[in-house]
């Protein structure tokens, strides 16, 4: 049955039965799911980005990923609290349609294929550039391969990509745990070109905590940088129709985002600006990389190089598994082509990952010919695109639990904490950073294309309703409901 055809089954146990019915194969073990959560908090956001970071605003960027990270785990018990009520796949789109009507589920289910797009784009393009590191190879190539190869691995089977993105996010958790212990060893122990100066006073004696230009305000102008490095922590939600053990497992992988986030953000930002002083990075150029070269370890460019080059390829791997889903989504409730509903043998969506990634392909190509600021301003895009997916997660949420305080609909077995509150002030905050990029003229012009893909988004949507007034993907929920009943 499609996921329109689902009955209000709200046990944990017949909510994976509907999934399962979707046609996907619940492939997805323990160990993968929690890496997926892992690695979908670290990428090159991280590696390479905090590097301006740390420019504008001085130590208190650490501040900016404590404060970010909490917002992202009340995002995360949001999303949780929702995939316990009822786990499916493409369950950002889903619960939008349940929660907020047809039209905010199909604007949900499209806008997150295009963040993931872009974000391959982005990506792939990335990654065929640290290539040239190593070997003097035409770009294009690297991004064919790479793309070529990520795009067959994804139409394997489910559990292939999950064994890829394990391995991707091992080389991530080993490298900053690696960096950490490093730096650990340079604080207390002295050793290498850097103990002489290694100190944790560099946090607050050049210039004070909020070092930056502007003091406090350079460290809320970074805010919109930090959000970027999160994207795609949500991830975990799209793997709840093909994880084995939804129930038990994702619940346990959203617990484990505050330690991630305190090790591999503030504690990592903790350890190098200790060993390195803040005045001494520069924009573009890897916290991780400066920090090695500080302590006399030229092979730390070969290593960070490496590092970059798994988060970029983890990235686009995310991107397959997901666009082919989340176009699979809206063509089993009616908002996509049918095309798209095609699964293989193996449970994957067939047309949907075969056409993002040819879209993909074209975006390398588009980089390529015009590389420079464009590339800047699809950054930017990928930003908004991606966030629009947590505010809808927060909505639903609060929606959801006050139709469930209210007996309309039973509990969730993993309540997010402070109700609705949390949320509340989670929307607040990513407010607070969308006026932030409006401040800034390099991530302003994603602001102006997003009402431009709201406006094509509707009139689709409205063409769409035209031909078709009384299909089911224009009723809501609810209206669906009584009329299969």
């Known amino acids: 049955m499609t996921s329109v055809q689902v009955d209000k089954q709200h046990d944990g146990n017949e909510a994976a039965d509907s999934a399962s019915g979707e046609g996907y194969h619940r492939a997805l073990g323990a160990r993968q799911i929690q890496m997926i959560a892992i690695g979908g908090a670290i990428g090159t956001g991280l590696f390479l980005g905090a590097g301006k970071g740390i420019s504008i605003a001085g130590p208190s960027l650490i501040l900016a990923y404590a404060v970010a990270g909490l917002v992202i785990f009340f995002i995360m018990r949001a999303l949780g609290e929702l995939l316990m009520y009822r786990p499916v796949s493409g369950s950002f ?21 295009l963040f993931w797009v872009v974000t391959g784009i982005t990506e792939v393009t990335a990654a065929a550039t640290y290539m040239t590191y190593w070997w003097d190879i035409p770009q294009w190539l690297s991004a064919l391969v790479f793309t070529v190869i990520l795009y067959g691995a994804n139409l394997i089977s489910v559990k292939l990509f999950g064994e890829l993105e394990f391995w991707f996010s091992m080389v991530k958790v080993t490298a900053i745990v690696g960096m950490i212990l490093i730096c650990a060893g340079i604080l207390t122990l002295g050793f290498s070109d850097a103990g002489d100066s290694a100190t944790v006073t560099h946090l607050w004696d050049l210039g004070g905590f909020f070092a930056g230009k502007d003091g406090i305000f350079s460290t809320l102008m970074t805010l919109q940088m930090v959000m970027f490095a999160f994207l795609a922590v949500e991830l975990v939600g799209v793997t709840a129709g093909e994880s084995k053990d939804p129930k038990t497992v994702l619940p346990k992988a959203i617990n484990t985002v505050p330690w991630r986030i305190a090790v591999f953000y503030v504690g990592a930002l903790i350890m190098i600006l200790s060993v390195v002083p803040w005045t001494e990075f520069q924009p573009g150029v890897s916290p991780f990389v400066a920090a090695f070269e500080k302590m006399g370890l030229g092979i730390g460019a070969a290593i960070v190089n490496f590092v970059v080059l798994t988060a970029a390829l983890s990235s686009c791997n995310s991107g397959m598994y997901s666009t082919g889903r989340m176009l699979r989504d809206l063509a089993l409730n009616g908002q996509g082509p049918k095309v798209f509903i095609k699964l293989t043998k193996s449970g994957t969506p067939l047309v949907g990952t075969t056409v993002s990634a040819a879209l993909m392909m074209v975006g390398v190509w588009v980089n390529y010919q015009w590389p420079g600021e464009a590339f800047n301003y699809v950054v930017s895009f990928a930003t908004i695109s991606g966030m629009w997916a947590w505010i809808v997660i927060l909505i639903c949420q609060i929606r959801y639990r006050l139709k469930a305080d209210r007996g309309e609909l039973p509990h ?50 409205l063409v769409l309703k035209a031909r078709n007034p009384e299909g089911a993907a224009f009723a809501k929920r609810s209206d669906r409901e009584s009329v299969q009943s």
Do not use: C, H, Q
Request: charged content about 10%; proline content about 4%.
């Open 93 to 113: 789109s889903e619960y939008a349609r349940e929660f907020l009507g047809p039209f905010a589920g199909f604007v949900t289910g499209w806008t997150y294929w």
């Open 412 to 461: 969730s077995s993993f309540k997010a904490p402070g109700g609705i509150w949390f949320s509340v002030f989670s929307l607040a905050f990513i407010g607070m950073v969308i006026v932030t990029m409006g401040m800034d003229k390099d991530n302003r012009v994603a602001l102006y294309g997003a009402p431009v893909w709201g406006l094509i988004l509707a009139v689709s949507y």
